[in-house]
C-alpha cells in the first residue's frame, strides 16, 4: 500500500520489515521476501544515509535497526503501524510471523 509513499515495494517491505522485528540484517530480509540481496542493501544504505536507520557489524554481519534520534520516527512508525493493521493475514502470516523453534536440550 505504501509502494507510492516510500518509491518502491522493495523499500516498503524493508521498513516493514524493520517495523515488526525491530531489527534485521540483508541476507534474511532478501530471503524472506526473495528480492536479490542487491536491491535490500541499496534501499537499507539509502535509508541510513538519510538517517532513519542506524546499523553496526555484529561479527561479520550488519545489523541495521531504526535510529531512535531520526526527528520524524514517531509518525513513520504510526504510518508503518496503520499499513501493518490493513494488511491481509495471509500476508501477515507469511512475511511478518517468523517460527522459532526452541533447541534441543542435549544439543550444544
Known sequence: ?????FGSKTAERVLMYLFVFQEGYPTEISRIFSIPLNMIQKQLFKFEEGGMLVSRLR???RIYQWNPRYPFLNEVEKLL????????????????????????????
Open 59 to 61: 561479527g561479520k554481519v
Open 1 to 5: 500500500m505504501l509502494e507510492k509513499l
Open 81 to 108: 503501524e496503520r499499513n501493518f493493521e490493513y494488511l491481509p493475514e495471509v500476508i501477515k502470516e507469511r512475511y511478518y510471523r517468523q517460527r522459532t523453534r526452541p533447541r534441543r536440550r542435549d544439543k550444544k
